[in-house]
C-alpha cells in the first residue's frame, strides 16, 4: 500500500441519500457469465458484467483458455465452445478472487492438460482443500503449498467421474467448482449441501440448456447435474446485492434519506441483508420485482435502527454483507450479534478481526467471538472520526465510507485502492447520491 492509498471521507453533514441508483454489475454473476460464456457454443453477449479487478482477471483467463472475448459498445462478445478450451500457456492470475481461483479450478478440471491458478498475497493464505478435496474424488490431480491447500494451485484434467458431494461447509463457490467440473464428468454429479447457498451457477447453467435439477431438502438443498452441451446466448447481469447493501446501510442510518437502488439481484441466497435490516426496524420495500431475473428496484429510507441477532441458516445468505451490516448495527439502539459466521474468518481478510478494528477505530464498542463479533450500537449518535484501515479488504475499505456518513469529523480510510477489485466507482456514486 502506497502513502497515497488513503480517501478522506466526511460526514453527511445535513446531507442524505436520495434518488436513484444501479450498484456495479453482480459480481458472482459475472464470474459465472464469463465461464458459461466461454464454455458455451457460439456467441454469448453479456450486457452489465462487473467492472472491478476480480471480474477482469477471470475475463483474461477465460481468454487464456482459447474463448474469444471481445467489447462491443457496453457489452462483451464472448465467442466459446467446448472444444476451443484448452490448456492455457501461462499462469492464470486471479488477482484477488477467491471465487475466481475456486470456480476455475473446477472448471479446468474439466480440461486435458496442465494449469496453474494463483493470485495475491491475500489469495495465497485461502484455503483450497475445500476445492481441491472433491476434485481429486472425481480424478482431477490437483497440487498446491501444504499438499495442495493454499495457492498457487496446480491442476491437471481431463477424464473426469461424476460424483456425489456433500459439502462439509455451505460454500457456493465449493458447489459450483464441482459443477462446473461436472460438466466434463462421465455421469450425473450430484451436490448435497447443508445450507442453501447462492444459487446462480444453477440458475445459470439451466439457461444454458444444461439439466440440472435442484430438490430442496428443509435449509439445505441436492444439485444433481448432468453433463450436456451450453448453448450461447444473451446474459443480462443484474445489480449485485452486496454491493447495494452499503447503500442500503447508508440510505438507513442518515437522517433525511430515501433511496431506490435499481435492479439488484434478489434471489436465493442473496437478499438476507433486507431481511435483517427490515427486522432491525429498516424502513426497506422492494418494487418492480422481476421474478425470472430475480430482481427487485429496493428502496431505502431513514429508519431508527435496533439492535438483532444475526445467525444460523441465514448466514450464507449475508457473509459478504457483514462488514457494512456491523455499520448499521454501530448506529442501532442495543447489543447486535453475529454468529455461526466464522466463514469470516477466511474471506479476503479475517473480517471478524477486520470489522471489529475499524468499528473501534470509530469509537464503536465491538467484540470479537470465534465465529462471529457483537456490537454495541451507539443509538443515532454520531461515530468519532479517525482513521480506518481496509487491510487490503474491499469491504472493509467500503463500509468505513459508509460510517463515515455519521461521524463527527472526517473518516479518513488507509488502503482504499482495494475498492478497485469490486467497486471502482464507489466515491463516485456515493458523492453522487449524498445530495
Ligand atoms: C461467492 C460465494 C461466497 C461469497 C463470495 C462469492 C460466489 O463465498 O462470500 O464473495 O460467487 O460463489 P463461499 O462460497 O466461499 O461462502
Redesign the pocket.
Known amino acids: 500500500m502506497s502513502v497515497q492509498d488513503q480517501l478522506v471521507f466526511g460526514p453527511a453533514g445535513g446531507r442524505a441519500l436520495r434518488g436513484r441508483l444501479r450498484a456495479p454489475g453482480d ?2 454473476v459475472s ?2 457469465a464469463l465461464l458459461i460464456a466461454a464454455r458455451a457454443e457460439g456467441r454469448s453477449r453479456i450486457r452489465g458484467l462487473s467492472n472491478g479487478e476480480d471480474v477482469r482477471h477471470t475475463l483474461e483467463a477465460v481468454a487464456a483458455l482459447g474463448a474469444v472475448v471481445e467489447r462491443s459498445g457496453g457489452e462483451i462478445v464472448v465467442d466459446g465452445g467446448a472444444e476451443r478450451l484448452h490448456e492455457p500457456d501461462a499462469v492464470l492470475d486471479v488477482g484477488n478472487s ?2 475466481g481461483i ?2 476455475l479450478a473446477g472448471y479446468v478440471a474439466g480440461l486435458d492438460g496442465l494449469t496453474v491458478l494463483q493470485g495475491d498475497a491475500s489469495i495465497a493464505r485461502r484455503p483450497m482443500d ?1 476445492v481441491a478435496v472433491p476434485l481429486r474424488a472425481m480424478g482431477a490431480t490437483v497440487d498446491g503449498r501444504r499438499g495442495g491447500s493454499l495457492p498457487p494451485l496446480a491442476v491437471r484434467g481431463g477424464n473426469l467421474r461424476a460424483i456425489e458431494y456433500h459439502l462439509p ?8 467448482a464441482v459443477l462446473l467440473a461436472g460438466l466434463a464428468a462421465d455421469g450425473a454429479t450430484c451436490v448435497v449441501e447443508p445450507v442453501a ?2 444459487a ?2 444453477e440458475e445459470m447453467l439451466v439457461a444454458a440448456g444444461v439439466d440440472v435439477l435442484v430438490a430442496r431438502d428443509g435449509a439445505g438443498a441436492r444439485v444433481t447435474l448432468r453433463p450436456g452441451p451450453l448453448q450461447a446466448g444473451p446474459i443480462d447481469v443484474p445489480a449485485d446485492p ?1 454491493q447495494a447493501a452499503f447503500w442500503a446501510v447508508a440510505a438507513c442510518i442518515t437522517p433525511g434519506s430515501d433511496l431506490v437502488l435499481e435492479d439488484v439481484y434478489v434471489g436465493h441466497g442473496r437478499a438476507g441483508f433486507i431481511e435483517v435490516l427490515a427486522r432491525m426496524g429498516a424502513r426497506v420495500s422492494l418494487d418492480n420485482r422481476d421474478p425470472v431475473r430475480h430482481t427487485a428496484d429496493i428502496r431505502v429510507q431513514h429508519s431508527h435502527l435496533k439492535g438483532t441477532d444475526v445467525g444460523g441458516d441465514e448466514v ?1 445468505s449475508l ?2 454483507e457483514v462488514p457494512v451490516l456491523a455499520v448499521a448495527a454501530a448506529m442501532a439502539e442495543g447489543t447486535t450479534t453475529f454468529s455461526d459466521a466464522a ?1 469470516l474468518r477466511v ?1 479476503e481478510t479475517d473480517r471478524i478481526a477486520t470489522t471489529v478494528q475499524m468499528l473501534r477505530a470509530l469509537g464503536v464498542q465491538a467484540e470479537a467471538a470465534t465465529d462471529g463479533l457483537s456490537v454495541l450500537g451507539l443509538a443515532g449518535a454520531p461515530l468519532r472520526a479517525g482513521v480506518t484501515d481496509s487491510s487490503g479488504d474491499h469491504r472493509i475499505a467500503m463500509a468505513s465510507a459508509v460510517a463515515a456518513l455519521m461521524a463527527s469529523g472526517d473518516v479518513t480510510v488507509r488502503g482504499w485502492q482495494a475498492t478497485a477489485t469490486s467497486y471502482p466507482g464507489f466515491s463516485e456514486d456515493r458523492h453522487k447520491c449524498l445530495q
Open positions: 459480481k458472482s464470474h459465472r477467491g471465487t475456486r470456480l475445500r461447509v455451505a460454500s457456493a463457490q465449493v458447489k459450483s447457498t447462492r446462480h451457477t452486496s450464507p457473509i459478504d466463514e474471506k
